[in-house]
């Protein structure tokens, strides 16, 4: 699977669009970008995942690059209650039974007034 | 709405002892999973089900076992319980071949 590479931490302001970068520049041409958040005390929640053209749903946007080296998940109007740790994931469908996912350290998003 | 459910949200044990984490879930998934998440680590991945009956180990699997007589229902035992399995343990769910996991709301586990 493809290492991601993602900051330590963010700020962003109540109201405003978060960007949460994440680097993938060994992703292979079948793998997914997965992007999951975890609230404080709770379990992840998966939010959205894409392969190469750009996503959106109700919780957040996913751009990926042209190149598909690296992806943006941007939530539009970011309120305190966004304030979690975001992961990226890499993952490739094609593996039979075992749809298993590594999560690494993530970003810690606060979100603040 | 789909839903993972964990036994307890808080459980304190003896160390020695052997604790049981059930977890069960609601949609009709094929795979179920098992985590610990301890601070600086992320999550780990202990076991893996993707069907009735079959288990597959993760990352850390030592000290562990699981048990799917169900679909609906994946267990993790700690055999004799260590304080080193003092964790935050999380259950998800997901349908054979994806990845979108549903995950529980987990449970604490202190083990004195």
């Known amino acids: 699977d493809a290492k991601t590479t993602q900051p330590t931490s963010m700020d962003c302001a109540e109201g405003r669009a978060a960007n949460l970068p994440c680097n993938h520049s060994t992703i292979s041409g079948n793998e997914y970008v997965y992007w999951y958040r975890q609230i404080h005390s709770q379990g992840p929640q998966y939010i959205i995942h894409g392969l190469k053209n750009n996503e959106t749903n109700e919780m957040a946007s996913l751009i990926i690059t042209e190149d598909r080296k690296s992806s943006t998940l941007i939530l539009p109007h970011a309120t305190l209650r966004d304030t979690a740790v975001y992961y990226c994931?890499?993952?490739?469908?094609?593996?039979?039974?075992?749809?298993?996912?590594?999560f690494g350290t993530g970003t810690r998003l606060q979100v603040t007034l | 709405d789909v839903k993972v459910t964990q036994s307890s949200r808080y459980l304190v044990k003896r160390t020695g002892e052997k604790v049981f984490l059930e977890c069960v879930q609601d949609m009709d998934h094929e795979n179920m999973f098992w985590y610990r998440q301890d601070p600086g680590l992320g999550l780990r991945l202990i076991y893996f089900?993707?069907?009735?009956?079959?288990?597959e180990k993760g990352d850390i699997p030592e000290g562990y076992s699981v048990s799917r007589e169900k679909k609906e229902r994946f267990s993790l035992i700690l055999e004799s319980a260590s304080t080193n399995q003092t964790s935050m343990y999380l259950c998800?769910?997901?349908?054979?071949?994806?990845?979108?996991?549903?995950f529980g709301s987990g449970t604490r586990l202190t083990v004195v």
């Open positions: 994931i890499v993952r490739d469908l094609n593996t039979g039974t075992a749809s298993k996912l590594t």
């Open positions: 998800a769910s997901s349908l054979l071949g994806y990845y979108g996991y549903t």
């Open positions: 089900s993707y069907d009735v009956k079959m288990k």
